[in-house]
């Protein structure tokens, strides 16, 4: 199991959609300010998303992204599952090593499963009620309305 930018910066991002789509859809330019997330990491992330239907996107100038389903249907395994292929490494059984094969492959597959039903477990929704429990300031990102 490997944890990269892309995978951290999917739930970040739709963690932020989740906080400031309540009104409208959030575009991408959004959450690259909010977040600190790279564009040209975020647009190839958001669209896996959408074709998953994690994310819904709307085109236009109206246009951005909204959940797909509610953040309590949402879990961290779908997210992962959509951005990154797990990949188990063929060679690690190859090599004749004691050490190898009997003390690292089955402690590295015991913690990939572990981590695996944590993200089953774990939804959107979870990470939603923690942002609120932990006091992150969601505020500064908020979108004003000045029409009169």
Known sequence: ?????????????????????????TRATEIT??????????EKILQE??????????????????????????????IYNSILIIEKNKNIDKIDTDIRSKVITPLVEE???KIVEFFKATSIDDLYKK???????????????FTI
């Open 1 to 25: 199991m490997i944890f990269n930018k892309k995978f951290l910066h999917a739930i970040e991002a739709v963690l932020d959609i989740a906080i400031y789509s309540y009104n409208s859809p």
């Open 33 to 42: 300010k909010r977040q600190n997330i790279p564009s040209r990491y975020l």
């Open 49 to 78: 998303l959408v074709r998953q239907r994690i994310l819904k996107g709307t085109r236009g100038p109206n246009g951005g992204y909204t959940l797909g389903k509610e953040k309590r249907n949402i879990y961290l395994i779908d």
């Open 111 to 113: 913690v990939s499963d």
């Open 131 to 145: 942002i609120k429990k932990v006091n992150v300031d969601i505020n500064k990102g908020k979108k004003m309305d």
